[in-house]
């Protein structure tokens, strides 16, 4: 049964740093593309990054490049966020999500992903 748990959310002021983690099971991570996408209160879930094993694509939202950083550790099975100089429109819960092979022009859509966490909270302040 693949797992996929994430960790790290909190309140935080605008400027600061969180480094989220998603703990997967059940799957081998070095075989699957991974994932993180958001949804802000009364929005859409959206696309915020994506790190692809097979073809050594990563991808990043608009929104995060350059503040962002997606990463994984095979040998740990987990992936992180590292989300610098938040602001408060980062504020959202943030999820983690795999999936096997994914062509690029298919990783920043939600349907591509088999499996997702359950999310984690993350509150920035002005």
């Known amino acids: 049964q693949v797992q996929l748990v994430e960790s790290g959310g909190g309140l935080v002021q605008a400027g600061d740093s969180l480094r989220l983690s998603c703990a997967a099971s059940g799957l081998a991570l070095r075989r699957y593309t991974m994932a993180w996408f958001r949804q802000a209160p009364g929005k859409e879930r959206e696309f915020v990054a994506v790190n692809s094993q097979r073809t050594g694509s990563i991808f990043y939202a608009d929104s995060v490049k350059d503040r962002f950083t997606i990463s994984r550790d095979n040998g740990k099975n987990t992936v992180t966020l590292q989300m610098n100089s938040l602001k408060p429109e980062d504020t959202a819960v943030y999820y983690c999500?795999?999936?096997?092979?994914?062509?690029?022009?298919?990783?920043?859509?939600?349907?591509?992903?088999?499996?997702w966490g359950q999310g984690t909270q993350v509150t920035v302040s002005s």
């Open positions: 999500a795999a999936s096997g092979p994914v062509i690029v022009s298919q990783m920043r859509s939600q349907s591509a992903y088999e499996y």
